[in-house]
């Protein structure tokens, strides 16, 4: 089989098999999804599987299998829905961040706060996040949707003024994001919270970094 062959079946694999239109097939993707993200959190990636998430949410499991092909499908679902919640609010915080006349390291402290309360928010969004990080099938689908979280920080630091290449706008924009990952992931999976002073620390590591572009 060749690669592009193999990365068309591994997508396949990943893809609802069917987009619910109506509102009662609509319902019960967000109660599937909803109670997965539950059951991910609680269970973890390893154990998660598609008969414990019928159980819990209280659906046949072909009713899991009508949407979904396998468990890793279901995460990828979960990520999808997540990325498009919370690039909502990342899409208006770079608006700040773009801006010139406002504080850059204000306006990267205020994403911060802002990650940190959404995963903090909703019980089992964290655990997604390191479970399409973990897992090698899905780190091509995580790469996608950070791609387009650090398109918008190479934007946003060209609109103010720094002229350096896009390659190493992205790059600065990929240091920016995952070390955030690392530090606020690892944070949530031992205590379920990012302690004050951890985000207080991260904040001026990101500081400091950014001064060096920054005028």
């Known amino acids: 089989m060749s690669r592009k062959?193999?990365?068309?079946?591994?997508?396949?694999?990943?893809?609802?098999?069917?987009?619910?239109?109506?509102?009662?097939?609509?319902?019960?993707?967000?109660?599937?999804?909803?109670?997965?993200a539950a059951l991910l959190d609680e269970v973890g990636v390893d154990a998660f599987n598609t008969n414990l998430l019928a159980e819990r949410a209280?659906?046949?499991?072909?009713?899991?299998?009508?949407?979904?092909?396998?468990?890793?499908?279901?995460?990828?679902?979960?990520?999808?829905?997540?990325a498009e919640e919370w690039q909502k609010s990342f899409t208006q915080?770079?608006?700040a961040m773009?801006?010139?006349?406002?504080?850059?390291?204000?306006?990267?402290?205020?994403?911060?706060?802002?990650?940190?309360?959404?995963l903090e928010e909703k019980q089992g969004r964290s655990a997604?996040?390191?479970?399409?990080?973990?897992?090698?099938?899905?780190?091509?689908?995580n790469r996608r949707d950070n791609d387009v979280l650090s398109d918008a920080i190479a934007a946003a630091l060209k609109a103010r003024g720094v002229r350096l290449p896009a390659a190493r706008l992205r790059l600065i924009s990929r240091v920016l994001l995952d070390t955030s990952d690392v530090a606020i992931d690892e944070?949530?999976?031992?205590?379920g919270r990012v302690?004050?002073?951890?985000?207080a620390e991260l904040k001026l590591m990101h500081q400091s970094y950014l001064a060096r572009f920054l005028d």
Request: net charge positive; proline share 6%.
């Open 187 to 191: 944070a949530l999976s031992r205590r």
């Open 58 to 82: 209280d659906v046949a499991v072909r009713s899991v299998y009508r949407y979904y092909p396998n468990k890793l499908a279901v995460i990828v679902g979960l990520a999808e829905r997540q």
């Open 98 to 118: 773009a801006d010139p006349k406002q504080s850059a390291f204000d306006a990267w402290d205020a994403v911060l706060e802002a990650y940190v309360a959404y």
């Open 195 to 199: 302690p004050l002073q951890l985000l």
């Open 5 to 36: 062959a193999g990365r068309r079946k591994v997508e396949s694999d990943l893809s609802p098999r069917v987009r619910p239109v109506q509102k009662r097939a609509k319902d019960t993707v967000h109660q599937i999804l909803d109670n997965a």
């Open 128 to 141: 997604i996040h390191r479970a399409m990080q973990a897992l090698p099938q899905l780190a091509e689908v």
């Open 93 to 95: 915080l770079m608006v």
